[in-house]
T-cell receptor, first 116, second 117 residues
Framework: DQQVKQNSPSLSVQEGRISILNCDYT??????FLWYKKYPAEGPTFLIS?????DKNEDGRFTVFLNKSAKHLSLHIVPSQPGDSAVYFC???????????????FGKGTKLSVKP | DAGVIQSPRHEVTEMGQEVTLRCKPI?????LFWYRQTMMRGLELLIY????????DSGMPEDRFSAKMPNASFSTLKIQPSEPRDSAVYFC???????????????FGSGTRLTVV
């Protein structure tokens, strides 16, 4: 059973508009969340993270929002640029999550296409 | 640092052949992870090592898969015999501490694209 879910396999956005990528999780013991970005033929690279003690973390054009009661987080990219086109993975961890040893658990990814 | 280095970048092999994927983690990192990426299942954790010791191999799909980490700077993932359904991109990642959740999490290699025909 998937503990981290990205229900939208793909998203298409116009350049300059906002991109919103969503992620849901099932285990309330997760306490740290990360977003990774992956270009074709490359490995995933870290983008931004958020601890469960916060509900928002911002880094330039990228903002991650965490709604613990809904077990939901989202990544906002404003404004979107063609270079943002990539697959975005949501990941979660929690030292008290049984069976995970505190390691990252990834969603399946959302492919973002930003059209000029 | 050159980052996590994986080889080969691409591997095409015939069904039944042995395949060996290689990984050199970032110097100083003490945890190493092998992932497989497919369209259907996304990023799956196959096995991870902490201080060169395999901690959890529950993600290894079958006995045909094996992984070793003979020292802190090298790991292999072997498939013997390989099957077409093993075709995927295999990533190696390393991190500084077991279950590290620092600002940067894991550092991934560029992956090995395996095609079994």
């Amino acid at each position: 059973d998937q503990q981290v879910k990205q229900n939208s396999p793909s998203l298409s956005v116009q350049e300059g508009r906002i991109s919103i990528l969503n992620c849901d999780y099932t285990n309330s013991m997760f306490d740290y969340f990360l977003w990774y970005k992956k270009y074709p033929a490359e490995g995933p690279t870290f983008l931004i993270s958020i601890s469960s003690i916060k509900d928002k973390n911002e880094d330039g054009r990228f903002t991650v929002f965490l709604n613990k009661s809904a077990k939901h987080l989202s990544l906002h990219i404003v404004p979107s640029q063609p270079g943002d086109s990539a697959v975005y993975f949501c990941a979660a961890s929690g030292r008290l999550v049984r069976g995970s040893q505190g390691n990252l658990i990834f969603g399946k990814g959302t492919k973002l296409s930003v059209k000029p | 640092d050159a980052g996590v280095i994986q080889s080969p970048r691409h591997e095409v092999t015939e069904m039944g052949q042995e395949v060996t994927l290689r990984c050199k983690p970032i110097s100083g990192h003490n945890s190493l992870f092998w992932y497989r990426q497919t369209m259907m299942r996304g990023l799956e954790l196959l096995i991870y090592f902490n201080n060169n010791v395999p901690i959890d191999d529950s993600g290894m799909p079958e006995d045909r898969f094996s992984a070793k980490m003979p020292n802190a700077s090298f790991s292999t993932l072997k498939i013997q015999p390989s099957e077409p359904r093993d075709s995927a991109v295999y990533f190696c990642a390393s991190s500084l501490a077991h279950g590290s959740r620092g600002s940067y999490g894991y550092t991934f290699g560029s992956g090995t694209r395996l095609t079994v025909v």
